[in-house]
């Protein structure tokens, strides 16, 4: 079992940066694939990025250069920097966790899920 457990969002004007941080707990998450989805109002969710255990990194094409995603296993920690940020990155962003190496997008490939933490960027 592991327990995520988001942090950092909050209201931020557009060009600014947020660090949302996902907190885990449970056993074994230095060997976990780590990944951010976000989901806005009446839209599906959508992948952000992903890291593995290997610290391989594989990101939305969307978030590429604004978006970096790291993990402290020290302290069981996901992370993940947001710069330049736009209205349209207004979303709740969950962290989830898989077993396993590839840093998948799909939603359904990843077990665990946090509650999610609101980012909201005004214009």
């Known amino acids: 079992q592991v327990q995520l457990v988001e942090s950092g969002g909050g209201l931020v004007q557009a060009g600014g940066s947020l660090r949302l941080s996902c907190a885990a707990s449970?056993?074994?998450?230095?060997?976990?694939?780590m990944g951010w989805f976000r989901q806005a109002p009446e839209k599906e969710r959508e992948f952000v990025a992903a890291?593995?255990?290997?610290?391989?990194?594989y990101y939305a094409d969307s978030m590429k250069g604004r978006f970096t995603i790291s993990r402290d296993n020290a302290q069981n920690t996901l992370f993940l920097q947001m710069n330049s940020l736009k209205p349209e990155d207004t979303a709740v962003y969950y962290c989830?966790?898989?077993?396993?190496?590839?840093?998948?997008?799909?939603?359904?490939?990843?077990?665990?899920w946090g509650q999610g933490t609101q980012v909201t960027v005004s214009s």
């Open positions: 890291i593995n255990w290997m610290s391989g990194t």
């Open positions: 989830a966790s898989r077993s396993g190496s590839r840093t998948s997008p799909q939603p359904g490939e990843y077990r665990y």
């Open positions: 449970g056993r074994a998450f230095s060997s976990y694939t």
